[in-house]
């Protein structure tokens, strides 16, 4: 049986989309800034949350919160 599952739209600013990468890239930010700006602008490139917990090495639950 195959779940088909909708992955939600995440609409973000050209604004909010430059401070999450600032807050990504940054070398003073702190890490758990740095891993929550990272899987929102994945989660807004339409990836799921599965892919964005295996490709950044968190579980599913860090990335649904």
Known sequence: MVTL???P???QSAKQRTILTALQRGPHSPLHLKQRA???LRAAQGLSNRLIAKTDGVSRNTVKL
Do not use: D, G, Q
Request: proline content about 0%.
């Open 38 to 40: 990272t899987i929102i």
């Open 9 to 11: 739209i995440i609409h």
């Open 5 to 7: 599952f909708r992955i």
